[in-house]
């Protein structure tokens, strides 16, 4: 099962703050109760921003009952407010959702995504990719099939 999809990628998000855009990102995953994932992820901000500087964010959050983690995308080409760690706007969102009962796979997955959007080219490229499919193309390790 792909981690990231066609379907969970939001190419240009107009969102005006932080809670619009991980609702709008929240409305890509059908298979979850957006309230849910909303609630979710909006708590986990509550202890501080996920904004991690460069113009990314990675808002993450455990589900329960989810059988394997789930990742979507959202660009913003405005850039919206995150609280980020430098203050800069946010322009990439990585929302990552993960099994409640996976402490392991939570954490690789999380430092895989933010040692790839640590560097600029990758943001680059995400930030120039012409079709959701192109976007997604550029996390292979995320779209493979298990």
């Known amino acids: 099962m792909p981690l990231l999809t066609e379907d969970h990628v939001i190419l240009n ?13 929240a409305q890509t995953i059908k298979s979850i109760d957006t309230d ?5 992820v909006m708590a986990r901000e509550q202890l501080g921003s996920t904004g991690i500087g ?8 455990r ?10 995308v959202a ?11 430098d203050g800069e706007p946010v322009h990439i969102v990585v929302l990552l959702l993960v099994p409640d009962d996976d402490n392991r796979q939570h954490l690789e997955l999380l430092a895989h995504l933010a040692r790839l959007l640590q560097k600029q080219a990758f943001r680059d490229n995400v930030m ?14 995320m779209t493979a099939t298990s």
């Not at 849910?36 to 979710?40: G, T």
């Not at 460069?54 to 959050?61: K, L, R």
């Not at 660009?75 to 760690?85: K, Q, S, T």
Request: no cysteine.
């Open 36 to 40: 849910l994932i909303i609630e979710v």
């Open 54 to 61: 460069h113009g990314v964010a990675i808002p993450h959050g």
């Open 63 to 72: 589900i329960p009952d989810l059988v394997h983690p789930i990742v979507a």
């Open 75 to 85: 660009r913003h080409p405005e850039g919206v407010d995150f609280e980020a760690i």
């Open 13 to 25: 998000a107009t969102s005006l703050n932080k809670k619009a855009l991980i609702t709008d990102l």
């Open 128 to 141: 120039q990719a012409q079709s959701a499919a192109s976007l997604v193309a550029l996390f292979p390790e």
